[in-house]
């Protein structure tokens, strides 16, 4: 009866260990791993909506290209973590030069109607080509995101070529 009882706590103690094993393999990923995620040391660096603004002014009538994020958000953290990876292997580069990163976290875009009277978009992650003159910003092209127009990789390509940010790849 001992020989018994011990064998099956052994059983259950091998299973449990391989339930916790499995746990630990296969649990959801937290989404505060974009936070710590460096964007400034992989793509360059980032300004926030003050030091953007401040940046533009000091720097009147120059073509921007910028591409404006929001940490939390689940579609600027897939154009991080898979687009922009994604397109540094195709194109065989390790940055995209001339473009400028702004972090939008302390920004209520959905609710600052200045805001999205200025830059012309509400939703994040956005690319705008733009140029600050006679005291105004001017967007000639964006790519935005949006609940009806979700962010691709084949956009985002083809917006990093039309702004000749990136060389198309001769097939």
Not at 55 to 71: A, G
Not at 100 to 127: K, M, Q
Request: negative net charge; aromatic residues 14%; glycine residues 2%.
């Amino acid at each position: 009866m001992v020989k018994r009882v011990i064998f099956y706590l052994i059983c259950i103690s091998i299973m449990l260990s391989g339930l916790v094993y499995c746990y630990n393999i296969y649990q959801p990923k937290n989404n505060d791993e974009f936070d710590q995620y460096k964007i400034n040391q992989i793509y360059g660096s980032v300004y926030n909506l003050d030091e953007f603004n401040d940046y533009i002014s000091t720097n009147p009538d120059t073509n921007l290209n910028v591409v404006f994020y929001q940490n939390d958000d689940i579609n600027s953290q897939y154009l991080f973590k898979d687009i922009f990876p994604e397109i540094y292997q195709k194109h065989n580069i390790e940055k995209i030069d001339g473009l400028i990163y702004v972090e939008l976290d302390d920004v209520n875009l959905i609710n600052d109607l200045a805001f999205s009277t200025t830059y012309g978009f509400s939703y994040v992650p956005s690319l705008l080509n733009l140029i600050y003159t006679n005291g105004s910003i001017v967007v000639n092209n964006s790519l935005t995101s949006s609940t009806d127009n979700l962010i691709s990789y084949d956009l985002v390509e083809n917006w990093l070529i039309k702004n000749s940010l990136i060389q198309p790849i001769e097939q």
